[in-house]
């Protein structure tokens, strides 16, 4: 142990954690910490200068607060908070005991909040402030305000919050209205310390020095009895530096046990028995009471302490024994000594065993959420200006970095999982606001430094850019028109997730420039000082200030989040003024080189750093410290978490609040330059970044800043601020992304400007449509999509790689062009000039068939509203989108295609008669001739939409004509596909009808199959043309081909049907088919099927006109049966002779019956019997070594 201080001799200090960085405000105007009296010691913590005066905290106001605090207790307060009590020993030679007594009192921490941070998760809105655009929502705890720096947040009787890993979700305080984002809190140690407190169950509350001992009894409930706690918590400096609970809690946070004792001792201080320190009162003993203390104590505890005390006991007999050479003896109730870190008690163990086991789960069990509540903990902190802040985020990163799966994933090459990646770029971007602490020591930061670089140089370190580098080769790069990627990726230096943490280590804030924005909001230049250029202050004497512009932002979020909004705000303001000064001289640079770059058409001028997207997140950070200056809180209720709203959360209410920097009465608002400067990052001009995790975020953040933008409600000032800022950006040249030029691979506008015309529309119409149509453009498409249909775009990379870059997020660009689109034509309904202007934005800019397919849907389903008339003008519009998406698809592939073609026709119904003509003569540049036909003819000449259009008999027939004429042009070009659905069309003209027949009877012989020529046969009879049924089936007879063994052929059916038409219709026409058959049907049981039928009726019995019958049953001795028996005789001995060359015994049955048949054929002739002997025995003979087999035989035929 140190030995004491001159003092008391009879006492050694017991050793804490690291210290708290405490100290004045960034600007520089708290003193610092001089070893002259009380009066010198640094500012206590910005928690504990907020609590109320007397008592403290949350509870007990009472009537001191009436009354002058004395000088004692002023003073005893001041050193309480920032002096250990050995230094005050040490410093004076006796310490009257009321002196020692009000240090010890006001030692023990102040703020309830503070023991609310340690005891729950909280959600507040600094999320939002994340220097990741990724983080999720709940980040952060809530950020004051307005308020100078230091002061405390609101009172921490209103904080709950985010899941405990422990326990339930979160609940508001007493008093306040239920939050709807918390609505089962009372699980949180805080809330069950609070309602502990407050229904009795604390007692026995004693503090000795620094040490607060007490009971808390659990009430019984359902399944467990009532249960009494002892906890015991040590403080220091206003802080509580450990604790000790029989409930035995595992957690991060302090049980509610021992927040209901800290929340005793904050409200009821006067209800708590104070003792001085134990050496102390021992001081006071003499020999014998001294003696007679420790065997009572002895005896009290004997079980417990026995042995320990005889050690102790042996130890101080024994001369040379270690507890001898120490000078003075430990006490666990006196404070810490002055080199002990002075830190509030933070489990270590239990924070790595919690992040070990949400990184375990993967992502799954709302794992990420609970990560995300750990962050916005160290958020919280850093707040407060906790050094657990940065003492947690290691033992955190630590565990990430631990995490298994990294080395597996560096091992398979994939990416890591799109949750986890967001983690860690929050985790990244965590690091960088702690190194940027304005008030770090430079122990600190060279620790941190070194901690940083160690995990970057680890293999499994994550990279920035989300990628382990061993991807596909890096396209963009091999872009010859892209001078701004020439260089080697491989040669670029390895940038992981603590690369800009590292950079940020080199940082300071010693600036005079700087320290002087930040300290004053009356820092400007003298007035005659404004004539010249100036790198320090704007024309109107404003301080600027030019760093790198996400540095700057890193700056502000530092500082926000180490709990100094006002300083923040400072350095917001000077940062827009010197971005305006650039964005003025970036329009007088654009108006030289105008007429040049408009000529080229092109720019190679463009950000290579974009600010959206951005791992620091520049733009966000700006907004959200703005936007906070100017949120209206409702009182005494929960904040709400800054990124996501869920589902019945209000958005948050902001009101104006004047510009106090600078000295121009301009009467801007900070909410106005949040509007602004989010409007000039999103606008800003910028390359898209290489790799698929950089362009996603490109498109996450973006989403994220404009769902911020529309919780803002736009009156007249922010119109003003919103127009003033779109014309920047329409004449804003190449430094604009909505500039005249834009480089080819800029990052395209059509989400920002979705929302730009929105906003605008009801204020500037013109304004809007001229925007948002520049915006339409997606310039990396121009050159490269080859003609035709490019549905899938972002997969023609393998194709054409040289001129192609890796665009990723392609798919999404794309569909957000065309939610941009669908907006504009939803405005413009019923306005012929701006639809026609929005057409030709689509035709000239949009690539993708299913898109432009998507838009004409979408302008249909507005333009014919269920309830009211439908509205030319945009049908007019969907009409010529479906058009231009046939065109597109004709001669591609697409899915899809059946689905555009009818719905194509259901939009010109709609437009009418006269859009149904057009089609139906314009076909050949629209549709195949079979959709042509079968869908487009089919559908304009159905009853329903006759019904529908409610023609007249000339339109009726004007729409019928072009059908035929239709119908037979495509017979003509595609007769197999297309014949049948032409005579269907032409049934009511005959010579249409005529033509059609013919087209087919021409193409039969060439190119139509015999399942063509029989359907079209099959129809003409069912129309009653037999004999033109007969010729077709013919024809088709003379395409087929049935072998012996093809007994269930799809085929067969149509013989059997074509025999049978031909029977009926007479003789001459059986004979004429017959000799067909036997050519093309080489198939026993077939044949035997054919000759079956034709014996069993006589034929001719269709009853043609003009023909008679002779009503006798045909003979198989006499033509044409006779040639059809022979032929099935025949093909019977040939199959038999196939199936016996490879049979196998259990077909022997089979093939038994089948002989059977056979003989039932051989009868028919009329020396069939002898015949048929004449062929077994045949059989007998050649096969004689299949003894089984003929002996079945034998059996049944002798």
């Known amino acids: 142990f140190p030995t004491s201080g001159p003092s008391h001799p009879g006492r050694a200090k017991r050793c804490a954690g690291p210290a708290a960085g405490n100290g004045p405000s960034p600007g520089g105007t708290g003193a610092g910490g001089a070893a002259g009296g009380c009066g010198g010691a640094p500012a206590a913590s910005g928690a504990a200068a907020a609590v109320s005066a007397a008592s403290g905290g949350g509870g007990g106001a009472g009537g001191c607060l009436l009354q002058p605090e004395s000088l004692l207790d002023a003073a005893a307060k001041r050193v309480a908070g920032s002096w250990a009590f050995e230094r005050v020993e040490g410093r004076f030679q006796r310490i009257p005991e009321p002196v020692q007594r009000r240090i010890v009192y006001w030692s023990f921490p102040r703020s309830e909040r503070q023991i609310c941070m340690y005891s729950s998760f909280q959600p507040g809105r600094a999320a939002a402030g994340t220097a990741s655009p990724s983080a999720a929502s709940g980040s952060g705890a809530a950020v004051t305000g307005g308020g100078p720096a230091g002061t405390a947040a609101p009172a921490a009787g209103a904080t709950a919050g985010e899941e405990s890993p422990a326990a339930g979700p979160p609940q508001p305080p007493p008093g306040a209205p239920a939050a709807p984002s918390a609505p089962h809190g009372e699980g949180l140690p805080f809330r069950r310390g609070i309602r502990l407190l407050e229904s009795g169950a604390v007692d026995n509350v004693l503090q000795v020095g620094f040490h607060l001992s007490g009971t808390v009894t659990e009430p019984a409930t359902a399944t467990e009895p009532e249960m009494t706690y002892k906890v015991a918590i040590s403080f220091d400096r206003c802080k509580i530096t450990s604790v000790t609970c029989g409930c035995g809690n595992k957690d991060i946070f302090y049980c509610a046990h021992v927040v209901a004792l800290s929340l005793y001792r904050i409200r009821k201080p006067d209800q708590v028995k104070l003792r001085l320190p134990i050496s102390e009162t021992l001081f006071q003993m003499n020999r014998d009471q001294l003696q007679k203390f420790v065997q009572y104590l002895i005896t009290a505890h004997h079980t417990e302490v026995l042995p320990t005390a005889q050690k102790l006991a042996d130890e101080i007999l024994s001369s040379n024994s270690e507890i001898n050479q120490v000078h003075g003896a430990p006490d666990p109730t006196a404070g810490a000594s002055i080199d002990d870190e002075n830190c509030w008690h933070l489990d270590e163990e239990q924070v790595r065993e919690q992040v070990k086991l949400f990184l375990s789960q993967g992502g799954y069990y709302g794992s990420g959420k609970q990560l995300n509540s750990m962050f916005a903990k160290v958020r919280e902190m850093l707040r407060m200006r906790d050094s657990n802040g940065a003492r947690m985020l290691t033992l955190i990163t630590e565990q990430f970095m631990a995490d298994p799966r990294l080395s597996l994933w560096r091992q398979q090459g994939t990416g890591i999982t799109e949750k986890c990646r967001q983690l860690w770029d929050e985790l990244g ?60 990726s491989l040669a670029r230096p390895r940038r992981t997730v603590f690369t800009r943490a590292i950079e940020g280590c080199d940082l300071h804030w010693q600036d005079s420039h700087l320290q002087r924005i930040i300290s004053s909001d009356f820092y400007v230049s003298p007035a005659y000082q404004r004539e010249g250029e100036s790198l320090l202050f704007n024309s109107q004497g404003q301080p600027l200030w030019l760093e790198h512009v996400p540095t700057a932002c890193a700056r502000v979020d530092a500082l926000r989040s180490h709990g100094y909004p006002r300083e923040a705000l400072r350095l917001t303001v000077a940062i827009i003024n010197t971005l305006r000064l650039q964005q003025q001289r970036q329009l007088e640079i654009y108006k030289h080189q105008k007429k040049e770059l408009l000529q080229r058409g092109a720019t190679t001028i463009t950000n290579l750093e974009g600010w959206v997207g951005h791992p620091l997140n520049p733009i966000g950070c700006l907004f959200l410290t703005l936007t906070e200056a100017c949120r209206l809180e409702e009182e005494n209720c929960l904040e709400i978490s800054g990124t996501e709203y869920s589902g019945d959360t209000k958005p948050p209410v902001y009101q104006h609040v004047p510009v106090t920097t600078g000295s121009q009465d301009s009467g801007e608002s900070y909410l106005s330059l949040a509007l602004e400067v989010a409007l000039m990052g999103m ?56 500039g005249e030029v834009i480089h080819r691979e800029s990052v395209p506008m059509h989400t920002f400007a979705k929302y730009l015309f929105s906003a605008l529309l009801p204020h500037d119409a013109d304004l809007a449509y001229k925007l948002a149509l520049r915006a339409m453009r997606l310039p990396v498409l121009e050159t490269t999509a080859p003609s035709g249909d490019v549905t899938h775009p972002h997969h023609l990379v393998s194709v054409v790689p040289s001129r192609y870059p890796r665009w990723f997020t392609l798919g999404h660009l794309e569909s957000q062009q065309c939610e941009l689109a669908s907006t504009m034509l939803t405005a413009a309904k019923g306005d012929m000039l701006r639809l026609r202007t929005v057409l030709e934005a689509i035709q000239k800019n949009i690539h993708s068939s299913s898109l432009i397919f998507k838009l004409a849907q979408d302008a249909f389903k507005i333009a014919t509203p269920a309830d009211s008339n439908s509205d030319t003008t945009l049908l007019n519009v969907a009409l010529e989108l479906g058009l231009q998406v046939m065109r597109m698809t004709l001669s591609t592939l697409n899915w899809r295609r059946r689905e555009m073609v009818r719905w194509l026709v259901t939009c010109a119904t709609e437009v009418g008669v006269r859009a149904l003509v057009s089609i139906l003569q314009s076909w050949y540049s629209l549709f195949t001739p079979t959709e042509a036909t079968s869908i487009v003819a089919a559908t304009v000449m159905s009853h329903n939409t006759i019904l529908r259009l409610s023609l007249d008999y000339p339109q009726r027939e004007e729409l019928a004509s072009c059908a035929r004429t239709l119908a037979l042009q495509c017979a003509m070009k595609d007769p197999q596909n297309c014949a049948l659905s032409a005579l269907t069309l032409c049934e009511k ?14 193409a039969a012989s060439t190119g139509m199959t015999y399942t063509q020529l029989f359907t079209i046969a099959r129809y003409m009879e069912h129309r009653g043309y037999p004999l033109r049924a007969f010729k077709l089936a013919s024809l088709a007879m003379t395409h087929l081909n049935l072998a012996y063994n093809q007994d269930t052929h799809p085929a067969i059916n149509d013989v059997l049907w074509a025999c049978a038409l031909s029977h009926s219709l007479g003789k001459n026409e059986l004979a004429a088919i017959i000799p067909l058959v036997v050519k093309s049907v080489h198939c026993a049981t077939v ?21 008679r019958n002779s009503g006798k049953l045909m003979s198989t001795d006499k033509a044409p049966l006779r040639q059809l028996l022979d032929a099935t005789i025949s093909a019977y001995i040939n199959t038999t002779h196939s199936r016996l060359t490879h049979i196998s015994p259990r077909h022997y049955g089979e093939f038994i019956e089948f002989l059977s048949k056979a003989r039932e054929t051989f009868l028919l002739a009329q020396d069939g019997h002898i015949q048929f002997a004449q062929f077994i025995d045949n059989l007998k003979q050649i096969y004689k070594g299949k003894k089984k087999l003929m002996l079945l035989v034998r059996e049944r035929f002798g």
């Open 683 to 738: 606008g800003q001009q910028r390359v898209m970044p290489e790799g698929l995790y950089a362009q996603d975020k490109v498109c996450r953040n973006e989403e994220q800043i404009i769902a911020r933008l529309q919780d803002l409600e736009l009156d007249p000032v922010l119109v003003q601020t919103l127009r003033k800022q779109c014309i920047l950006l329409l004449e804003g040249g190449p430094f604009s992304g909505l």
């Open 989 to 1002: 003209d005959h010579i249409a009808f005529e033509t059609a027949y013919q087209i087919v009877i021409d």
């Open 429 to 488: 971007a965590l690091w960088v606001c702690v190194v940027l602490n304005p008030h770090c020591k430079l122990e600190e930061k060279s620790s941190w430094l070194r901690q940083l670089r160690k995990w970057g140089e680890m293999d499994v370190c994550p990279l920035e850019d989300g990628n382990y580098g061993n991807e596909l080769p890096n396209i963009t790069n091999a872009l010859t028109q892209s001078s701004s990627h020439s260089q080697d």
């Open 1087 to 1107: 044949l035997s099927d054919i000759l079956r039928r034709c014996t069993m009726t006589a034929p001719g019995l269709a009853g043609i006109p003009g023909r």
